[in-house]
């Protein structure tokens, strides 16, 4: 089955190479992945695969059958959304979207997904149960995952699977993980309430950006001397909105972040902990505040025997050498999470760097690009995976 599967993929090897660059020179952003849904649900189509668009708003589900000798649905999702960056590589499929670029291969991963629907399309006789792709949007915004739950996405599928790309991993590699992935991703919102003043006599007012300041140096020397140093936690402010003139004092500043854990107990009492620090602060300087804190999404924990059969295609398909078992979680963040709260699954780090490039561009930069061969790795992975989850019986 691995010859055949490697045989029709390089077949189609050339047309997933145009599919990657179309979506690259066309980037959508979260929540707006019109075109892109188009696209990808004709792609289906064009393979004689039934799919539905406007699921989870933006969201594509594609669903091959099988030869019906087991009844159980197993799940592929891929996203296509991507990042507000603008785009430096040069490339001649450069994004034709002025401050829009795929920066986190979020068009990689849509190709990958169109191509391995593909190729498990022409093995439907000896392919004992079925397929479902879950083509999802707005992944960035850690939204798409919940908008496809709830248009049913994930009803009656029994694992899935899901990839990244990575770039400081080589193209024909891949990483694989037991138990935690990712971190967890939680939203703070801080606002400090000071009084307004002339600027030449702050003593006269109570200066809420220098109190911010304080605020944020506060937060994270505390995270060094507090917290557990085995369960990391990170904490950035992304944004700070506050002041309305050069010479007058602010009296309102806004703080906007992103709080990761790792552990599920140091991430219960991070609220807590967060608002104490920001009470002790507002309070030595007479300064009002309120913290907000939302939590997002969980950490992607990998289930242990979805991902043997994983590390065990790959194996075979690539060899041990070329597949890595990673020691470290990441303290990035995915929503695919969410759909393991359903159901088990895992995601696997595809290696999409430049073996005789100096520097491979991390995810989000605007110099970001991928070895291209890498597109094969994962179909054939995601193929051969998908067969010996059936075919194992597990």
């Known amino acids: 089955m691995l010859k055949r599967i490697k045989n029709i993929a390089a077949q189609i090897a050339p047309r997933l190479i145009e599919i990657r660059r179309h979506i690259h020179a066309y980037p959508e952003l979260s929540g707006q ?46 996203d296509m959304d991507a990042l507000p960056v603008q785009e430096c590589t040069g490339l001649e499929f450069s994004s034709r979207q002025t401050g829009t670029m795929h920066a986190c291969g979020h068009d990689v991963h849509t190709t990958i997904g169109l191509g391995t629907a593909m190729v498990l399309s022409q093995l439907l006789e000896d392919l004992p149960g079925k397929v479902r792709f879950l083509f999802q949007p ?11 739950v709830k ?3 994930m009803n009656n599928l029994n694992a899935i699977l ?3 790309a990575m770039p400081s991993i080589p193209a024909g ?14 939203d703070l919102e801080i606002i400090i309430i000071g009084e307004s003043g002339h600027g030449a006599r702050p003593h006269e007012a109570i200066d809420a ?23 990391p936690v990170v904490l950035s402010i992304g944004k700070i909105e506050g002041g309305k003139a050069p010479n007058l004092i602010a009296d309102h500043v806004k703080l906007l972040g992103t709080v990761r854990s790792i552990h599920p107990e140091t991430r219960a009492q991070l609220p807590n902990w967060i608002e104490q620090i920001v009470a002790n602060t507002c309070k030595s300087y007479g300064a009002k505040f309120h913290v907000n804190y939302r939590q997002g999404i969980p950490s992607v924990k990998n289930d242990y025997t979805i991902t043997q059969i994983l590390q065990s295609a790959a194996e075979e398909a690539w060899g041990i050498d070329l597949v890595q078992v990673l020691s470290e979680p990441s303290m990035g963040a995915e929503d695919f999470s969410i759909y393991l709260e359903h159901v088990p699954g895992s995601m696997f780090r ?45």
């Open 33 to 78: 992945e019109y075109q892109t849904s188009t696209f990808v649900s004709g792609v289906l189509s064009s393979c004689g695969i039934y799919a539905v668009e406007g699921i989870g708003k933006t969201g594509v589900i594609g669903e091959i059958k099988g030869n019906g000798r087991d009844n159980r649905i197993l799940g592929i999702r891929t």
């Open 138 to 148: 707005a992944e960035e915004i850690a939204q798409g995952a919940n908008w496809m």
């Open 151 to 153: 248009d049913g996405a």
């Open 162 to 164: 899901s990839l990244h």
């Open 173 to 186: 590699s891949i990483g694989v993980r037991y138990g935690v992935l990712t971190a967890a991703a939680d």
């Open 209 to 231: 950006i220098w109190i911010a300041s304080q605020v944020i140096t506060n937060l994270q020397q505390a995270i060094s001397r507090t917290q557990n140093p085995l369960h």
């Open 350 to 394: 595809l290696g999409v760097g430049f073996k005789d490039k100096r520097t491979n561009y991390p995810l989000h930069h605007p110099f970001f690009d991928i070895d291209e061969s890498a597109i094969m790795t994962g179909v054939i992975t995601f193929a051969y995976t998908a067969y010996k989850y059936f075919a194992d019986g597990i």
